[in-house]
Antibody, heavy 119, light 107 residues
């Protein structure tokens, strides 16, 4: 069974760093890309960026570029989304999703990681 | 970048009604379009890909059509369990933009 298991909810202060994770199982992790999708409270879905776990090539949405880092460790079939300095506006639900090509639809979704940034 | 515009942003219909949601791209994307359903408080779920191909397990009352810039999602006979927000997404190239969503409610 394909699963994308995400790390638990986080509560952080502005300026703090954070890394959330997404562990893929039940499929060949390096055969599928992972993207991260943001959903701010009460808002729609926003693609943040993607990574090819086979070689860790990644690219980002222009609106996100420079604020987050997407990485992957294929030895433990896990992808990451990382911030070095959180802002209150980063408060959102973050989903990891799987897709079989760089540009493809998302057939499996993680359950989401809620990140709350508040002073 | 290509923008995706959905209409309407919300709708209310009766059980059994046919419902149509439109998604328009600012440039042609061939058939590289997916539709997702997100029920309240739940994770989004893939309904349709390649504009008109139903994902396995999705009820046949859902259908998609279109190519180029104009696409539609139709629910042929609305059911109470279809209450959700529906999103289109283009996936021909990055950025993989979503539409703003259409909230479907029961009248």
């Amino acid at each position: 069974e394909v699963q994308l298991v995400q790390s638990g909810a986080e509560v952080k202060k502005p300026g703090e760093s954070l890394r959330i994770s997404c562990n893929g199982s039940g499929y060949s992790f390096t055969s599928y890309w992972i993207s991260w999708v943001r959903q701010m409270p009460g808002k729609g879905l926003e693609w943040m960026g993607r990574i090819d776990p086979s070689d860790s090539y990644s690219n980002y949405s222009p609106s996100i570029q420079g604020h987050v880092t997407i990485s992957a460790d294929k030895s433990i079939t896990t992808a990451y989304l990382q911030w070095s300095s959180l802002k209150a506006s980063d408060t959102a639900m973050y989903y990891c999703v799987r897709h079989f090509e760089a540009s493809a639809y998302y057939d499996y979704w993680g359950r989401g990681t809620l990140v709350t940034v508040s002073s | 970048d290509i923008q995706m515009t959905q209409s309407p942003s919300s709708l209310s219909a009766s059980v059994g009604d046919s419902v149509t949601i439109t998604c328009r791209a600012t440039q042609g994307i061939s058939n590289f379009l997916a539709w997702y359903q997100q029920k309240p408080g739940k994770v989004p779920k893939l309904l349709i890909y390649a504009a008109s191909t139903l994902q396995s397990g999705v009820p046949s009352r859902f259908s998609g059509s279109g190519s180029g810039t104009d696409f539609t999602l139709t629910i042929s006979s609305l059911q109470p369990e279809d209450v959700a927000t529906y999103y289109c997404q283009k996936y021909n190239s990055a950025p993989l933009t979503f539409g703003g969503g259409t909230k479907v409610e029961i009248k």
